[in-house]
């Protein structure tokens, strides 16, 4: 039983997912307020019950998992976030002919394949709690199938992820039948037995770049702005968080753990793509006029910084990563629902950055909160989103690689420009048509959490998470 | 005490946030007239002949980063010339600023908490923290509050300033990583292997330079100057720029004196061209505060100049031409805005002949062109004769280029002068401008006051930073330039040589 005590969190999802799925059909669309709130419950269950040491350390089920303080970590964050995008949707599909509450249900499984993902020790059970994860996504992108931008998010999003999991298969294969197993230690005792051989190279970098993929990292980030465009905003704001906090550390435990020995293979691929992401992620997110779009670059932008602490290596590059990704999620999560609040008179979402002009005369708090974000996101002190990038850039000094981090701080003057415009178009030009008021209070409530957590105020947050982080990553080595 | 200071301008900067227009005046005035009263504790409390690092406070707050604060003898002065004119800064701004009030009130109260920060840091990421955060400010005060080109500016300022900063955060990693310490007196201490100190030297100085600023990286400063709304002006020439010059005080010299020292050359020929070159861009401005932003950039140069000449004269003349030029440039943009609010024009061709109508306005704005110019009995006149005597015992070239740049200082404030206060008014309005108003003679006599103090008894402000100019020279002992100009003791056997040693 210890086993499945261990999987307390992923059972509670699981099995309630499954039963509110039944809810969900047979209450329509007079069961939404009741599902999602359950769903969110069911989310928040799933955090509580990660609390505590690891009941059952060490690889469970032949070693296709392991709940060590890593995954939990991961889905410490995941969760909440996941409970956040369902929150974010509150009143907001309503207004179409959708049935709104199986979206909460596929965020709840979404959820279970990510974690999954962060657990995994074996290519099987990363492959199935990445589908998991994606499967979800897809309905979720084309969310209102009805809307043309949509609709073209999801295929496009189910075509190119359909493709890299094509990729991230045959790396797999490969990497089976290279080494005769799927086993994360496996392969790393296969490749510690000398120089790789081609067919473990070609693995290598499938796995990857299937991983990728779904990190949004360049050069496989084609699909990041047009999703995320197209898809609904809440679904957006989801996309946004925690799924790329699961490929990042999944990415981070298969080069650590399955990698291990060719970490000489890897951080070159990890070097070149975090850079790639930053650069593009920065210069890209120029002449963008809608929001969206600009904080689709900016989450590839702000990945590849955490990819520099992966570069770094080491407990402390992953204990970085981690620290990045935690105040990342807490960011975009605040600036997405920002945007979630930018509706016309008739309430219609608007998504142009135009729009935004003169909002802190109109709207100040709201104005306000928006300013924070951008700034924690450029990574400018005192904001909190300073912090990580610190971090990251302290790991690859210390591991040597000063080159790396002084071309990747280079990039922040890059992205610095375009969220000082945003900055510049809410405070400095003139007022634009007024938005329509949003009450949502628990929304409201959680945008003051999120803006309180990157004011100056969350370097008290800096002792108990890094030492959280520190032990986290410390159960990878 | 320090935290006090600290904490005063930043918890009024959200009360005012939340007020009137009228309310938030008041509550910036009142606050900015606190923490001048309590730097005038700070420094009746600072014991000169004390320990170095008096008012310490220790608090580890934050995993590898520390709440630690602390202030040395060149920190008390700077701090001091910051809360000097932070009141006068929220009273030029009184009627000046009709929109969006309070905002502006906050912005100013956050910059001056971030100022004070700056200096009083003792912790490296801390440092670092109050350094960059102080763009934000500025930022929004040039772009909400400037002139017509204030986005452009705002952006200039914002970018240039990060670029700048950025390669310095690189390089404080890598002496955290090797010094296993972010406690800045340690550091002060520790020596670096001479091959890294080149490039931390080149890192910190990208930083520096900029902010100071440096030729050619002084771009920015005649767009933030000209854009920026007068009471911003005052605290970018005031106390902003200060802080690259105390950058190279409390880093880059003590940090890494080898690497300063290698690249004293590379100091003294920006600083030269700066202090030539600009004072000709000077002279041919149309634009008041353009006229006064590269005149700063004059006087600035007159500052690296003296700290890299790395002796007892040159690094405490440094200091007070820093303090100088923060009161009388301040003063003087202070002057222009007096002006700008009557008539809603910079261009110098627009005035002339204030002296009639204004007699008031031309006394002051006369005592500051002579004290911007450097006549003795003056604020500038201590600093700028000390560097230059320090410049003089490393190289007389560099002191033959830099008494050019005085020279040429005269003719350009001298010229602007006349052009403004003499002559014929060429326009009826500018004829029929008032006087200064009480509101104004509050905002200038007590930096016309402070102007005499520093040019009769400087002593007042050498003294506190005199010990500690005196451990940076032991710390920069084996590196200081012999210089060509220091007399050398004759070997004493021949007679004729006795009078000259004896005089020595």
């Not at chain 1, 600036?335 to 005369?361: H, K, N, T, Y």
């Not at chain 2, 500025?138 to 017509?148: D, E, T």
Request: proline share 5%; with cysteine.
């Amino acid at each position: 039983m210890g086993r499945f005590a261990a999987l307390l969190p992923e059972l509670i999802l699981s099995i309630g997912g499954t039963v509110l799925m039944m809810v969900a059909a047979f209450t329509g669309r007079r069961g939404t307020g009741l599902v999602s709130w359950l769903s969110v419950a069911l989310l928040l269950a799933a955090t509580v019950a990660l609390i505590g040491a690891p009941s059952h350390a060490g690889p469970i089920f032949d070693g296709l998992v392991t709940e060590d303080l890593f995954a939990s970590f991961g889905r410490a964050i995941m969760y909440p976030a996941a409970a956040i995008a369902i929150i974010a949707a509150h009143g907001w599909f309503e207004r179409g002919t959708e049935h709104a509450s199986e979206y909460a249900v596929l965020i709840v499984f979404s959820a279970v394949g990510m974690g999954v993902m962060v657990s995994a020790t074996s290519l099987i059970s990363l492959y199935v709690g990445l589908e998991l994860q994606s499967l979800a996504g897809y309905v979720l992108a084309s969310y209102r199938r009805r809307d043309e931008r949509s609709a073209e998010a999801g295929l496009k999003y189910f075509v190119l992820g359909a493709l890299a999991s094509g990729i991230l298969l045959y790396g797999i294969s490969l990497l089976y039948g290279f080494t005769g197993t799927t086993n994360f230690t496996g392969i790393a005792a296969a490749f510690a037995r000398g120089a790789p051989s081609l067919g473990l190279l070609f693995g290598l970098v499938f796995l990857l770049a299937g991983l990728a993929f779904k990190a949004s990292v360049v050069p496989f980030h084609m699909w990041t702005p047009d999703v995320y465009e197209g898809a609904p905003t809440p679904v957006t704001t989801f996309f946004a968080s925690a799924p790329k906090v699961a490929a990042v550390l999944l990415a981070t435990r298969v080069c650590v753990v399955a990698l291990a020995p060719a970490t000489d293979a890897w951080r070159q691929i990890v070097i070149f793509a975090a850079l790639a992401s930053i650069f593009l992620g920065a210069v890209a997110a120029y002449g963008q006029t809608n929001i969206k779009r600009l904080l689709a670059y900016s989450s590839i932008n702000n990945v590849g910084f955490a990819l520099v602490g992966l570069a770094a290596g080491g407990p402390k590059g992953a204990s970085a990563v981690l620290f990045y990704m935690a105040v990342y999620v807490v960011m975009t999560i605040g600036a997405f629902l920002c945007v979630l609040w930018m509706r016309d008179a008739e309430g219609r979402p608007v998504e142009s950055i135009e729009s935004l002009s003169g909002l802190s005369q109109r709207q100040p708090g709201f104005a306000f909160a928006l300013f924070m974000f951008m700034f924690s996101l450029a990574g400018v002190p005192p904001m909190f989103g300073f912090w990580p990038k610190l971090l990251v850039f302290t790991a690859a000094v210390d591991a040597g690689y000063v080159a790396l981090a002084v071309a990747a701080i280079l990039g922040t003057v890059i992205g610095a420009y375009y969220y000082l415009r945003i900055v510049k178009v809410m405070y400095m030009d003139e007022p634009a048509a007024p938005y329509a008021r949003v009450r949502e209070p628990v929304q409201t409530l959680l945008v003051i959490i999120a803006a309180l957590i990157v004011s100056p105020l969350g370097y008290l947050l800096i002792s108990p998470l890094s030492n959280l982080t520190d032990r986290a990553a410390g159960s990878l080595f | 005490m320090l935290s006090l200071l600290i904490a005063v301008p930043l918890i009024a900067g959200v009360i005012v946030l939340f007020m009137s227009a009228w309310g938030a005046r008041w509550v910036a005035l009142i606050a900015t007239l606190v923490d001048l009263l309590l730097g005038i504790a700070l420094w009746a409390n600072y014991d000169p002949n004390g320990p170095q690092w008096q008012f310490v406070e220790r608090q580890p707050i934050a995993g590898m980063m520390g709440w630690n604060l602390g202030i040395d003898g060149i920190a008390l002065v700077l701090i001091m010339l910051s809360v000097f004119l932070m009141p006068i800064c929220i009273g030029a701004s009184w009627r000046a600023i009709e929109k969006r009030v309070p905002e502006y009130m906050a912005a100013f109260l956050l910059m001056e908490a971030l100022m004070l920060g700056v200096f009083a840091a003792q912790d490296l990421f801390l440092f670092y923290v109050f350094f960059e955060g102080g763009l934000i400010p500025m930022y929004l005060i040039i772009g909400i509050w400037g002139g017509a080109e204030r986005i452009k500016a705002s952006y200039k300022f914002f970018l240039y300033t990060l670029l700048g900063s950025v390669l310095m955060l690189i390089a404080m990693l890598y002496m955290v990583l090797s010094a296993h310490t972010n406690f800045i007196p340690d550091l002060m201490a520790y020596n670096f292997p001479v091959g890294a100190q080149k490039w931390l030297w080149l890192a910190f100085f990208a930083s520096f330079a900029v902010k100071m600023p440096m030729w050619p990286v002084h771009t920015w400063l005649p767009d933030a100057h000209v854009q920026a709304p007068t009471a911003g002006s005052v605290i970018l020439a005031g106390v902003l720029l200060k802080m690259g010059g105390y950058g190279f005080i409390r880093f880059s010299l003590p940090m890494f004196p080898q690497g300063s020292a290698e690249f004293i050359p590379l100091v003294f020929v920006l600083s030269g061209i700066a202090v030539v070159y600009t004072s000709l861009v000077a002279l041919v401005q149309k634009d008041m505060k353009k006229l006064i932003a590269y005149s700063s950039v004059a006087h600035m140069a007159f500052v690296t100049f003296g700290l890299f000449a790395m002796n007892r004269q040159g690094i405490e003349g440094a200091m007070l031409v820093m303090l100088g030029h923060g009161l009388v440039s301040g003063a003087l943009f202070l002057c222009v805005g007096v002006v700008y609010d009557r008539l809603h024009t910079r261009e110098i061709a627009a005035y002339g002949g204030l002296s009639d109508n204004m007699p008031g306005y031309a006394l002051l704005f006369m005592i500051f062109t002579m004290a911007s110019v450097g006549l003795p009995g003056l604020s500038n006149f201590p600093g700028e004769f000390l560097s230059s005597v320090g410049i003089y015992h490393v190289s007389s070239w560099a002191a033959i280029v830099a008494t050019i740049g005085i020279i040429l200082g005269a003719a350009y404030m001298l010229y602007l002068y006349w052009r403004i206060c003499f002559g014929v008014a060429r326009t009826a309005e500018a004829a029929a401008m008032k006087d200064l108003d009480v509101r104004e003679w509050w905002l200038l006599a007590p930096i016309a006051l402070a102007a005499f103090w520093m040019g009769i008894y400087p002593e007042s402000f050498i003294r506190p930073i005199r010990n500690d100019v005196g451990r940076l020279l032991t710390r920069l002992e084996t590196v200081a330039p012999a210089g060509d100009s220091r007399l050398t003791l004759g070997k004493g056997a021949q007679h004729e040589h006795m009078d000259m040693g004896a005089m020595h």
